[in-house]
């Protein structure tokens, strides 16, 4: 009875039914689409949720996730949509999450150009958080007020808990599945005016771990990536960027310049790298990893 | 204006004039003790403040925190007192903040019977936050309300935070000052069944690195302590302690045997330990550590 | 001219006339088998050299190292044998060097019962150094002699130096490539009585790193694996092993029991997860990684 | 009978005699200076040994290292003098080996100005091995021989291994005792062109590890420090030093401010740092603290 006041968010039970009749949430290219506005779960009010299984048109051992069942929350931003469409790919079916049902479609409709098609799914196999946490940068700590501070960590923490928990509920009945979350180097680097970004990163990591040392021995696995800041993820409306210690505020290409120089491969990551790795994490071939980041930060944050 | 809303809680204003005026804070020997109820400030309604200083019968270069005022939140309790005996000790004006007036002046007795004596004091040199959290110990997450997971990651992020930021806005005018917290081997070591306290006490190091590379250059140091367990600060009223996955409820015996175990040094640490290693990071003497923390887990977490 | 004095281990000139002429080192199941003692190279006299391509009768975008050519020092022994089947899986040219050439035809044996097929090879896309660094166990440091404790850290510096700067010397030149290592959980978890094995793990990831940072920006990537001991690879002759602080000496069973309770799943790592780990992390897929584990230890150090 | 062809390297024999008659290898200001070269022991044919002891003409309680005798391997070299000035300030006995009796003097002499007498002496409490490694830097591994790689590393294995096995076959006896030594930010920051400098930090922290899980139990405490580059050890002739990756060979300034940038206190660790940190951790204050560093890098590495 603890969700009860969780305002919204994805709570076991609403996940379950979602997860037992995920028919509306779904679409195919060849039927009307459904009414999704009957599927609303998860973070707020406006959360939508949609799901897709890719066509398995190649061999069946050339793809790592055949037959699993992936949920993804933050589906319609840039790295949901990347670890959606790489899932897919690889034989996933997938179900996004999201608070925006535009930015779902967006990648809905780009899982169904590339072959996906709508089928009726068991449990899940696999959950991706991949929202946003509302974080504040370019102020120092000394200048911001609490809740600023503190909002991302929170944010984060309720919806990774949340989720993890539903997920971790419905796994140990199977006995297997595997929990996802991402963070970046803003928390490895230290960099200055990020607010509480680099505490929000290190406390979904502790998070993971705890997780992980709790579900390893039910059989569930708990993983994370971590990666540089996303070109194609970053801002292209022409505003500035804060300082983060430089000494003025960047343009988009001076912040990625000022990025790229802290890798050892003198680029950052991309989308299609984040989804890749995701998939490779959630399959069985990584089944000797839980409680583990992979580490996708072109060198900025050698393994210690 | 941020402050407004915090309840209580140590705001910088409040803080700077308990600084301005600490004489109704602080008692002496010899003086009629003074009326602590106008001291209050703090973490909740029935926080208290009182001071203290070390009467200097050592040569100036025996002592470690000469003409030094410390700041200690959660003065009252093992690891507050400990370190508020040692800052003592090491010449000192220690100031506690606490929420119970009759655990503050047992510490506040015990420095007195030392030698302390009340005096005037200046601007804030060390702050020092030793508050517990509300950690809920013995489920596993997956059983454990969002509630309970969060409420001491919250309480350690909010006091944390304004504890620091009171003390670094204060610190920024003189160009110095140490800022420390502490935590335990519950993060590092990846125990189950802790709740929130691995993902709290890792995002109060990630917080105090976030501190640290902020105030660096301002000329504030940001440190921490690492300890294990600490047998004198263990509940011995003869309950039983969760198993954390050791199969087993343990009693007060048992968890100790447990927790040296993983030791190299086969024992935990002191009180006295904490206390004497603190007053060393918060001297001049480690001018050079900052985002930095003194491990003394003995051996239970090796620097890597 | 530093080569000179190597005593028979790869030097750059050698392993280059073999990349460029590998023929005499690979076989088919057609062809009648080539002469292996023309192309012995290797860590000594008696290391001997063989090459395979796995016959590409899957899709190609159903593999991960289509067109690749590997070389793997120490492919005779259980992670290099994983690791070559592995990589022949996904359609890599595998060549493999080893002291043995007994325990190299067993595993070309395994490969080419699987399908792999001789074929001329182009340069060194992945260089993998898996090769054992005879060390000593069972005794403490302060009765082993100096020999005994530096001898693995030596072997390993000179072997994982040597072959990582014939391969980057070669790589450099097409400003692509992957230098691979692998580490087991040995020096993570500060075990007594391993002797320099400890040492010897930590050294390998350091010079990971270092040659990470120098090899990077010239597009060369360098990663390895960290491991659990493995159970597949473990004596079964029924001699006992140390007690490694345990107290007692153990028997086959007791020693996997006692490595399996320090990870969270329960288990250890199997060959065929090293192999599908080393395959993805040499693969384009990880090419966002560098100077970075992929930790395949099944929880027992989980990232931090 | 293992140090039988360590080539005039300390061995136990030789280090017990010297502990156990040291007279000849102390002076003081009063005395005769002794037959030095009857005390010639360590790690080369001109090592010397020199011991004193500091006059203790303050409190008790004002010194943390009273009634200690301290052995420092590279006694003669900036980092191994700070810490003998320190240890000496702090009460202990000093012992200094080194390769240069001019330098041991130097030292000596300053020891002996500030207060410092020769006494009989007894067993070792603390043994400081801060010797030079003889490491190359400038130019990439690519481009590096072998033996310019590996030579600082099994430099330092050798004298590590060879004076913690010397001190601690005797600290066993008594069951207490500290073995210590220093590392940089060359390996923990992952910079270009060092050779083996990062690997050899990175074992010596690893062997320290190992040392430090070994002799736990015994009583015996294995501790080190993590320094920046220190200016006053800079050499000021006026030489280039190497581009480390930024492009171009740095004067004496260039480099410093080039160190002082990635730190957060804008300025680098001194001597006097090292000294006073030093002895804290050789003291009994530091007594829970094992397999541990001092991190005293200015916020170059923050604890993670």
């Known amino acids: 009875m603890d969700e009860v006041d969780d305002g919204g968010r994805p709570s076991p039970c609403v996940l379950e039914e979602f997860v037992a009749d995920p028919r509306s949430a779904r679409h195919s290219p060849t039927a009307p689409r459904p009414d999704l506005s009957t599927s609303r779960v998860g973070l707020t009010d406006a959360t ?31 790295v949901g949509g990347a670890v959606a469409r790489a899932f897919a790919r690889e034989g996933a079916k997938v179900f996004l999450v999201g608070r925006s049902l535009a930015a779902l479609d967006k990648v809905a409709d780009e899982i ?18 991949a929202i946003s946490h509302g974080d504040v940068h370019g102020a120092p700590l000394v200048q911001m007020p609490f809740e600023d501070f503190a909002r991302p960590i929170m944010t984060a923490m309720r919806a990774q808990f949340l989720t993890a ?112 790795v995701a998939a490779f994490m959630a399959s069985d071939q990584a089944s000797a990893m839980t409680a583990v980041a992979a580490n996708i930060t072109c060198g900025s944050v050698p393994t210690r």
């Open 112 to 129: 169904t150009a590339a072959g996906g098609v709508a089928e009726k799914g068991g449990g899940i196999d696999v959950s991706f958080n």
């Open 165 to 276: 928990r539903a997920a971790a509920r419905h796994m140990v009945k199977r006995g297997s599945g595997v929990i996802m979350a991402i963070t970046a180097t803003t928390a490895r680097m230290t960099i200055p005016n990020v607010g509480g970004t680099g505490v929000t990163f290190d406390a979904i990591e502790s998070l993971c771990r705890q997780w992980g040392c709790e579900l390893g021995p039910l059989g569930i696995r708990v993983v994370w990536l971590q990666t540089t800041g996303l070109p194609e993820a970053i801002d292209d409306s022409g505003n500035l960027f804060p300082n983060y210690g430089t000494g003025k505020a960047m343009t988009r290409e001076e912040i990625i310049d000022w990025m790229q120089e802290k890798t050892m491969l003198n680029r950052l990551t991309s989308l299609a790298e984040v989804g890749s």
């Open 48 to 78: 939508c949720c949609l799901g897709w299984e890719r066509e398995l048109d190649r061999q069946e051992d050339g793809v790592l996730l055949e037959n699993k069942n992936a949920v993804i929350y933050g589906g319609g931003g840039s």
